[in-house]
């Protein structure tokens, strides 16, 4: 497993004298990170054209994909990173949809003007619930 770790670092190996922070504790950080960034292009990939309604469905469409690439070299790595670190299928698809609904949530308050109500808040408590129990041992 080692080995899978190692040739999915992002930095230089140095060794373990020299290391400051656990890399044990690196691997979560890395794959939350690369999460948000990817849900942050998919966001804008998914809902940055009703800003605009009169661009024509082509244009729409070629732009949601252009920007989804990016996200797409974003969240691969970062599901490949987290699976080889130790978390499971159902607790990345777990976490990426909370950070979705946050990166969401900000978007559509920040870029679409559009005002949050309460019945969200609460929809999102009971999805933090799930991330309770998909992690819980």
């Known amino acids: 497993m080692s080995t899978n770790l190692q040739s999915l670092s992002f930095g230089s190996s140095r060794s373990t004298k020299s290391k400051i922070i656990n890399p044990k504790f690196l691997l979560p950080v890395r794959t939350i990170l690369l999460l948000i960034a990817s849900n942050i292009f998919m ?80 929809a999102f408590f009971f999805l933090l619930g799930a991330v309770y129990f998909v992690f819980r041992k």
């Open 43 to 122: 966001t804008f990939a998914w809902y940055y054209h009703l800003k605009d309604t009169g661009m024509a469905l082509w244009k729409a469409i070629l732009l949601s994909w252009s920007i989804a690439f990016f996200e797409y070299c974003l969240m691969v790595p970062a599901n490949r990173l987290g699976y080889a670190g130790g978390f499971s299928a159902f607790q990345l698809k777990v976490m990426q949809e909370v950070i979705t609904l946050v990166v969401f949530s900000v978007f559509a308050v920040l870029v679409l003007k559009e005002k949050f109500q309460w019945n969200y808040l609460v």
